[in-house]
């Protein structure tokens, strides 16, 4: 019985081949804005961050204390440019945070960081009339700099310049469904930020994704996400313990149509308040909406 | 059964879900507790020598453990070097390395014979603190490292 079961869900997943044509694109922070007969794209981007506890070092959840709070409301603007499989693209934000933990409370408002990326397509995954199980391959390149205020409780910024690779594997599974892994590992240059050398340590993270294709113009999106940041270090000193981990579930909704230029998203990030699941991280939910426009 | 499947032993549909499972392992086997960080209390202090050897300091908690947000500290410095006059504790300051967080002592009460109490440290966040105390002798400077893992 369950390996009818099993049976029926690979003929529904597989079987059927190939995704219907869809104007996919900019379903995740990964996607590409523009699509591939596309030049250029434009999306604005409010995204409202909730903190409701944090994991402390040990993995253990508590939530904030009633007089407690860390709110943010970030605005982005990313500008896209492709150039036949490339696509260059700049994020920029601007953002408010509200943050009051124990007796300490801070607000800040001022510019995030800035990053700059690269997303090359290197490999399409098989045309409905090849065979062939492998997903499409793009490769990520980017560069986050230190633009936003970094230091205290409402920190906007990382602090330092910030370098990372990628990839991306996409495959549709049926014709209505579509999955996707991007997987990432950053590196941070040495900062001062702190008035001492610190350097805050790698970072990995890998999301996978899977997307329903409702109609030929929306998109419905389930998401799993991991991240992880290794120790820092403090006077070239590594400071054991402060090793970060997040675990992130979410959905999207997104509005692509093939008839039009605009584009429009909703997406919803939701960490679960589960021992083990965070390490050394505020506990977000995190609301999303975007409008973008691309030619 | 796909040629992946007939590849990997498997179903294709579980590939991607023991992929990320074990990955998940894998991340929680790289994150560790602090390990170095010093376990204070009131009846067990920390001794710890300066960074450049010019002070011995013993550092206790003034309240049974150590909490998140305000704690007080009982500090006792020692000259290294008998002929040096007793060191002035001048500074304490805490950073969360990986947060950019940052809080300092706003009060630093002198008792007698190299005795100091630290009044309200905000340690306001669970986690690893970095905590250094700067130190004045007669003709030179010198500081005290230590963590503190806030519960």
Redesign the interface.
Known sequence: MKLLAWGALLATLLGLGHARACSCSGQGPASALTRPDQTWGVRLSERLLLGYGAFNAHGEYAAFAPNEHDRSVEYGLLAAYRWQRLELSGSFGYSARSAAISDQAERSVGFGDTTLRARYEAANEPEPWQTGIYPALAMLGSVRLPTGHATGLAARGLGTTELALGVVLERALSRSFRAGLVAEVAGRLPDTSLGVTRRLGPRASVEFTLSCFATADWVVSALLGLRWEGNASLRQREQSGTAQRTTELGAALSWQPWSSPFRAGFAERYAPAIDQLGENTVRNVTSEIWLGIVR | ?????RVLGR???LV?SR??LG??LA??A????????AQLSLEKPLAQRSERGLVEASVALDTAELS???NDFLITLRAASASDDAPLLTSVEA?????????GAPGIVPDADGRFRVEGL?L?????W?VTLGVELAADSDTVDF?L???
């Open positions: 059964m796909s040629r992946a499947a179903s294709p549909v991607p992929l990320l990955l998940s991340l929680s790289c994150v560790a507790a602090p390990d170095d960080t998140r947000g305000r950073v969360m390395a990986a947060h950019g967080h940052h809080a905000d306001f966040m669970s986690g690893r970095q963590a893992d806030v519960p």
